[in-house]
């Protein structure tokens, strides 16, 4: 007899094709019966009216806490992976996650800019203190990514040093290469090439925030886009582009032609997108410095600075900022809410063919610091990025239901089997996630196409609506609309190196 099974929903896969009234049966962990006829069952839940289809997975996600993966899961996501920015040392990384317990699957990329930093600044990578305290490798990188030489070409053998931490992070179970690229964008181009190689010939993904995010000549976007294609390109690596959104704002056109056409010739070329238009990162960042804003068309008032909500008067102001906390988190209005002509922009990249849904979720914040209290539900004073707990009820609802960007089934592709597809060299475990079919993993989400509906706003965090039945690994995350406090059944998603 089948532990749990589903009756009356609308079933969509996108692996197969399917689309219709479906039983689903869920036994240990996976799915084990899809029919037009109900079976047996130790419970049988009525879903008639909902949609079920795959967990969601974000291959993009900051948000690497209880409380940051919870309020995920309220968006509708089993999987969340820090691909982008990723980690170092990857064994530590892992094993914490799994000793604190994750509500949903979790994963990470091998960090390029912690073994950067370590390589060229002598900062040390993260390990447990006396107290048993970590400091993660986003905290790291946020506080030394004004280094004296991060963002600077490294020597040859500085080079080879950073590549052996990598290659070492891959063999440990890291999926695939994360690089900054951005936040270092005076390093190297055979370095970022070598890295290329060195993907290649291990078989896994380089997930890249592209070098340049300029909208005037010269380095512009496109030329930060086609390094990552020409990469491709010369080494035969899978290159994935993150957020194209926001790097490329209003080289969006171009940027899109050149993916298609490298596409169509046979490169590996993958893509990502939120349908946002402000960004979110440290206020640090190397392309937020005073004298470079105009070069992607914003203003020191266009930037919020999340510790204190203010909107950065001038240039000094932002200046002072940068010096004394450049880890402080703020967020970005790269493109006119108000504009037509860049929210068709917006909406290029996040309807362009195989782009993947993924958030660039950022952690919570409260006076500044990281939130890492797992207390539910989170402190009403903590703010993030809305994209942290709504890109998702964002695609499936407000794009499909009222926009009509995308039909139900290619939002629904793009959110689960499109990503795990991304992912199917690099992590083999991924092959059984993103479908609906009998021996995939139990990771599904069930919700009501009507309702769901994204609530957060750049002032204060809220969780999505409309996700009535989240499961992961056969566990009820969510149940009957309400997040199940205890439940932590997410597990590891690894590299092949592992």
């Given amino acids: 007899m089948t532990d749990l099974v589903f009756v009356g929903a609308r079933v969509i896969d996108p692996a197969s094709g399917l689309d219709a009234t479906r039983a ?9 019966y899809v029919g037009t006829d109900p079976i047996p069952a130790e419970t049988t839940v009525d879903v008639s009216g909902l949609v079920l289809c795959p967990g969601f997975i974000d291959l993009h996600s900051h948000a690497q806490s209880v409380n940051g993966l919870r309020l995920q899961a309220l968006d509708g996501v089993t999987t969340s992976l820090d691909l982008e920015s990723g980690t170092l040392p990857v064994p530590l990384t892992y094993a914490v996650a799994a000793e604190e317990g ?40 946020q506080a030394n990514q004004t280094g004296a030489r991060f963002n600077s070409p490294a020597t040859e053998s500085e080079v080879d040093k950073i590549l052996a ?65 020409g990469a491709a390109a010369g080494t035969g690596a899978s290159m994935h582009i993150c957020h194209l959104n926001s790097t490329s704002s209003r080289q969006i056109d171009e940027i899109a032609a050149a993916i298609e056409t490298a596409r169509a010739l046979g490169n590996r070329v993958t893509t990502e997108a939120y349908p946002y238009s402000a960004s979110s990162t440290g206020v640090g960042a190397a392309f937020l410095a005073p004298d470079k804003l105009h070069r992607f068309g914003i203003e020191p008032k266009d930037i919020t600075y999340l510790p204190t909500g203010e909107r950065i008067a001038d240039a000094d102001r932002l200046a002072e900022l940068r010096a004394t906390n450049p880890g402080g988190l703020c967020v970005i209005d790269y493109l006119r809410e108000d ?24 952690p919570l914040i409260i006076g500044g610091e990281r939130d890492l209290s797992t207390q539910w539900p ?9 994209r942290s707990m709504g890109c998702f009820a964002r695609a499936v609802g407000r794009l499909t239901r009222e926009r009509g960007v ?28 993103g479908r609906v079919q009998v021996g995939a993993d139990a990771d599904l989400t069930i919700f009501d196409p009507a309702t769901v ?6 002032d204060q965090i809220a969780p999505s609506t409309g996700f009535r039945h989240v499961l992961v690994n056969g566990q009820f995350v969510v149940k009957d609309g309400e997040l199940l406090v205890d439940a932590l ?9 592992c």
């Fill in 165 to 229: 931490l990598l290659e070492d992070g891959i063999a440990q179970g890291g999926i695939g290469l994360g690089v900054l690229l951005g936040y270092a964008p005076e390093s190297g181009r055979g370095e970022y090439f070598r890295m290329a190689q060195l993907a290649s010939r291990l078989g896994v993904g380089v997930f890249t925030h592209s070098r340049a995010k300029s909208n005037v000549e010269p380095v512009t976007s496109l030329e930060g886009a086609l390094e990552i294609v």
């Fill in 339 to 362: 504009d037509p002509d860049d929210q068709a922009k917006l909406m290029r990249a996040v309807t362009l063919e195989d782009t993947a849904v993924a958030s660039d979720a950022m």
């Fill in 24 to 32: 689903v049966g869920v036994s240990d962990g996976k799915v084990t």
């Fill in 378 to 386: 989170p402190d009403p004073g903590a703010i993030a990025h809305p």
């Fill in 489 to 497: 059944p997410g597990r590891p998603v690894k590299g092949r190196g």
């Fill in 453 to 458: 509906s994204d609530r957060a706003t750049y």
């Fill in 102 to 141: 994750r509500p949903i699957n979790f994963g990470y990329a091998v960090s390029w800019a912690v073994a950067r930093m370590h390589v060229v600044d002598g900062v040390p990578l993260p390990e447990r203190s006396a107290s048993g305290e970590i400091a993660t490798s986003l905290d790291v990188f």
């Fill in 406 to 433: 995308f039909t139900l089934p290619e939002a629904v592709r793009r959110c689960t089997h499109l990503p795990a597809r991304i992912l199917e060299e690099t992590a083999p475990a991924m092959k059984a996630k």
